[in-house]
């Protein structure tokens, strides 16, 4: 596949990108685990320098992965290469590295800055491609210091453009005709199909960044009725906004059976069930970017040669759509 341009930037990256989430290990969001189970940071490593080898430059973290971890790893394993990374990673989260907690939320100019500055440290730079705004339900009129302080960053160099990660499409709309402007990130799969989201990235020249492409791993395939996961793991941890997809460590059974439905179209052509759902994905839109998160070298490796089927077809793409009942 060829590569796609990240919005009105210009920068072209890799038609997928790497989500760095898992990687960070455990941490903690109102009382409840908000990582997915324990990690191996070698492995980890290896991953992300896996995805470098076979051709994936474009990263994405924010600094609350595992308060801070994610974004550390990252910087050792782009050791050498920061010149072949797009590097994306995200603030305003505030977290207790010592406790691995997230306590609250900040975005005045001042903290904005100096979360820069703590994320460029963790990751072993000196500027940060594609800096997003992580708090999606912030009102519009305190946005303003927002933009303007990122806009102030892109001019200072720190940064190369700016994006929102959000699901609303009032923010959305909001920061999208600005000029440091050039990405929005939101949910995106199968199951969460936000194509009035992806029509405004169309219409702005914005890259739509799609966080959950494979809806937190259920679309490879490997949560059956009778899986239970553990609370050590977001998925069963008992967070509301987990709760489309599983309920009480268990999957959904309406959600299993839409699943079924379209399985024999995702892993046509010899497609796993997670290249499908990437492929699935592409063919949404040359402006889809998604960014399958991982825990080992295995997984991305699958993911990557998903690119090696390219999207599905129109006629596949109007069948998922006739089976899902869109």
Known sequence: MKKRRLGRSGIEVSPIGIGCWAIGGQFFFDGKVDGYGETDDRESIRAVQTALDLGINFIDTADCYGIGHSEELLGIAMEGRRSDVILATKFGHVGNA??????????????????????????????????????GDVSISEADSVIDTLENLVQSGKIRSFGWSTNALAPARYIAPHSGCTAIQHDYNILHDSDDMLRLCEKEHLASINRSPLAMGFLSGKFARDTRISKNDVRGAGHVWTENIFKDGRPIEDV??????????????????????????????EVTIPIPGFKNVAQ?????????????NDTQMKEIDALMGR
Request: with cysteine.
């Open 98 to 135: 010592e406790t691995k907690t997230l306590q609250g939320v900040c975005y005045d100019p001042a903290y904005i800055e100096r979360a820069l500055e703590a994320s460029l440290k963790r990751l072993r730079t000196d500027y940060i491609d594609l800096y997003q705004f992580h708090i």
């Open 256 to 285: 299993l059976i839409k699943l079924d439905a379209v399985r024999e179209i995702l892993t046509s052509g010899g497609r796993t069930l997670t290249q499908g759902a990437l492929a699935w994905i592409w063919g949404k839109s």
């Open 300 to 312: 991305v490796e699958q993911n990557i040669k998903a690119m090696s089927f390219g999207p599905l």
